[in-house]
């Protein structure tokens, strides 16, 4: 008697990826908004030091970190809890570990910066040591995730990815060695390690995740079709090589070798920068709501890519040329690409957590964000940089402090879009007066 033929099974189908919680994600979002409220509104009172030359200022570090940490980093980690549930198929580790995260964030980044603003050691130290728990606890949590997914270009983007957090891991070390000579405990070199510290967060953290992550997501925001692979094959090495190559440069003390590295970054930033222009150039919808925020960090990319090349070919050393360079990188390039981001993510992950479960008139979700509030400030926040940079770059405190205000401007319309989508939520009378719904013939 031969044994029965073995029964076939139905491939059973994947089970449906298990989102981050809805506080994780809005908690890092929520402290992004809350950064950039702060070091905005702090940003006219250290633009006359800038176009002074005095890029070393506590203050200066202050506002710097709340833009890059606060306003980046809190977006970038909100944005990798959303996605990589979402579009790579892979759950958090544990949701425990993502709140341990966001609360060490949170409190190493108030720390980080009231140490800089009194500019006391030991505050430095205990923000960082609670910027590295969370660090650690993101990466944990997260960066595994793309040896598991199977979702095409996943584990390129994932690599993107984990390379910007080896790179912030780079930044932090550094960091800590400027924290150790502020207490008194050794001497490095200021000018070199503040510069490598600053390409390593700016070019290595933000942009890696940016160029991994957007790539998913500007071409579906901007209908431009598929993305082409090819470019993404090397950018990113070229990036980490020149990154690597000048830093060590910097810190050794040789400008041949810085040279080479930053040869190597420039040349990325502009494959970068042509990448983005095939992007919103073959796009299919419209540059509004937001999304003309990413042409205007795509020519702050240039503009910037243009200041650095400027820099390092001046005889003399400017401080005022390089304030004008970091400028470029920081708020003209990843500051108004994460906003521009936000506007497209913010409001539809925060739809129906605010909307979804409450009674009375229903808002349509393309209400939600305030057009002329959004259009005004995707306006106004690249004209201030502008002022701000060509205040800086012309040693005109005025200038400046003129660009700045208008910043201020700028940010306050921001986060007015966010503050009336909340309030749409949770006063029914103005939500019946904004819905369709509600209208009388």
Known sequence: MTDPAPRRTLPQAAAAPTPSPFLLIGGHFALALLSLALGSALLPWVAADLARGDIFAPRTFAVVHLFSLGVLGSAIFGALHQFYPMA??????????????????????????????????ALLGAGWVGIFVAVGAVSWNLLPARRRTRVPDGARIGAYVTAGHSCLGLAMAIGLARIGDAAGWWTTDRLGLVAAHFHLGVLGFGTLTAVGVGS?????FLLTGP????????????LVAGLLIQGTGLVAGWPAVAALGSALLFGS????????VRWWGKRNRPLNGGLQLIPA???????????????????????????????????????????????????????????????????????????????????????????????????SPAVAVTGGAVWLLGAALVLAVYVRMILLAYLPRLAGETSPASETP
């Open 269 to 276: 930033a502009l494959a970068i920068g042509l990448l983005l």
């Open 297 to 395: 960090a795509t020519l702050w990319l240039f503009a910037g890519t243009a200041l650095g090349v400027t820099a390092l070919l001046v005889p003399e050393r400017s401080f005022r040329l390089w304030g004008a360079y970091a400028l470029a990188g920081l708020l003209g390039w990843l500051i108004l690409l994460v906003l521009g981001v936000l506007f497209r993510i913010l409001p539809h992950i925060s739809y129906l957590r605010l909307f979804g479960r409450r009674g009375g008139p229903v808002v349509p979700v393309d209400q939600v964000v305030h057009a002329g509030w959004t259009e005004a400030a995707g306006a106004l926040l690249p004209v201030a940089l502008a002022i701000l940079v060509g205040g800086v770059l012309l040693g």
């Open 216 to 220: 998913r997501m500007i071409p579906m």
């Open 88 to 121: 790579l198929g892979v759950p958090l580790r544990s949701r425990r570990v993502g709140y341990l995260g966001l609360a060490a964030w949170t409190s190493g980044l108030l720390l980080l910066i009231c140490g800089f603003l009194a500019w006391r050691p």
């Open 227 to 238: 993305t082409p692979s090819r470019p993404l094959r090397w950018i990113g090495p070229s």
